[in-house]
């Protein structure tokens, strides 16, 4: 199932509000519709973002109306500023629109920049797949046989442009070796994304799953029913801290309270070797999201809630983070540029 592609100045989102009881698409022809379904998390996750925000430039460039280089600069620019006001926190979007905008740094006709900008967009989502497959490899050599692996959130295809995702390509890759696997999916309040979207992929792929909500997870542990943790990442700090769908850091103090390894699978693209653990901007997402589940409210009107959609995992959690270039080990201050870098 394609999360996102680009053909001739359309875009196809695949909606994930709608799943798993719809699969319906929808086609965007301008980097606005792009980015309102970024905002309405018809898309999400941090490397199909990433690829969204690509094909948002792309298509600002396909169907640019200008007639001189600087013209389209600007177009191109101001594009690239909507499109990072979508959503703060997942680092590969702003990756993957400082990458196009390099090429207007390049020399060529408006015509040449153009090609450019659809090319390297496309290129950032093939490149997604080969990435994605290299993390199952690697991360797939710490999985062993009759496994019970508790992940959160949704780290798989529908959270990346195809296939394997990120954590759950190590699920997927033990599993292609004939590993038997069994997942335990926390649902993921408030969006949902694991009762809803992690369940659905791994029943599609043939993977046993039970799904449980977040706060039966520490009652799993103490069952001695889960043997590792496998998460995703939105942005990985040099220092290691990993900032992940809100609940991570509830798991991994469950992990090491259990003493069960805790690890993150993301690519390069999700590290962010500038920014301080201070400076992460947690977005903060609509309150109805708390207050309500579907139409249905389940608070008393007015109570105060709040709905931070991310938090950050420091680093003496993280038992590992798997990588397409390899598997980084602690310290993370000394191992992740070396592994980065490579
Ligand atoms: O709010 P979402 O659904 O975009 O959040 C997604 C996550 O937090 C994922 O775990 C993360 O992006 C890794 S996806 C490969």
């Not at 926190?89 to 702003?94: D, E």
């Not at 990120?166 to 408030?190: C, M, N, S, W, Y």
């Not at 690890?263 to 977005?283: G, H, M, Q, R, W």
């Not at 589940?293 to 798997?322: M, R, S, W, Y």
Request: hydrophobic content about 40%; some cysteine.
């Amino acid at each position: 199932m394609k999360t996102i592609s680009y053909s001739d100045g359309i875009v196809k989102i695949l909606d994930q509000t709608i799943l798993p009881h719809k699969i319906q698409y929808i086609t965007c022809q301008n980097y606005e519709e792009v980015a309102k379904c970024i905002e309405v998390m018809n898309i999400r996750g941090a490397p199909a973002i990433g690829v969204a925000a690509g094909f948002g430039l792309a298509l600002a460039a396909y169907h640019t109306t200008k007639e001189n280089v600087d013209e389209f600069k600007k177009e191109i620019i101001s594009a690239a500023n909507r499109l990072r006001k979508t959503r703060p926190t997942a680092v590969n979007l702003f990756w993957a629109i400082e990458r196009i905008l390099n090429i207007l740094n390049q020399p060529g006709t408006l015509r040449e920049l153009k090609e450019k900008i659809i090319k390297e967009a496309l290129l950032i989502a093939k490149e997604d797949y080969k990435i994605n497959q290299a993390i199952g490899q690697h991360g797939a050599t710490l999985i062993k046989n009759n496994f019970n692996i508790l992940t959160h959130c949704n780290a798989g295809e529908l959270a990346t442009s195809g296939e394997y995702g990120t954590a759950l390509a190590v699920i997927k890759v033990a599993a292609e070796q004939g590993k038997k696997i069994h997942v335990f999916a926390d649902e993921t309040r408030p969006r949902l994304q694991g009762a809803r979207l992690t369940a659905f992929e791994l029943q599609q792929n043939n993977i046993p799953v039970t799904v449980i909500t977040d706060n039966m997870a520490g009652w799993v542990f103490s069952q001695g029913k889960i043997d590792c943790v496998i998460v995703g990442a939105d942005r990985i700090l040099k220092t290691g801290h990993v900032t992940n769908k809100i609940g991570t850091y509830s798991v991994a103090i469950l992990a090491k309270y259990h003493d069960i390894p805790f690890y993150v699978a993301a690519p390069k693209s999700t590290f962010d070797l500038k920014t301080n653990y201070k400076d992460v901007v947690i977005e903060e997402r609509d309150k109805r999201e708390v207050t309500h589940i579907g139409n249905f409210q389940i608070t008393p009107t007015n109570v105060p809630v709040i709905n931070p959609a991310f938090d950050i995992t420091p680093p003496e959690l993280v038992t590992a983070i798997i990588t397409e270039k390899g598997i980084i080990y602690p310290p993370y201050e000394e191992n992740i540029i070396k592994i980065i870098n490579k």
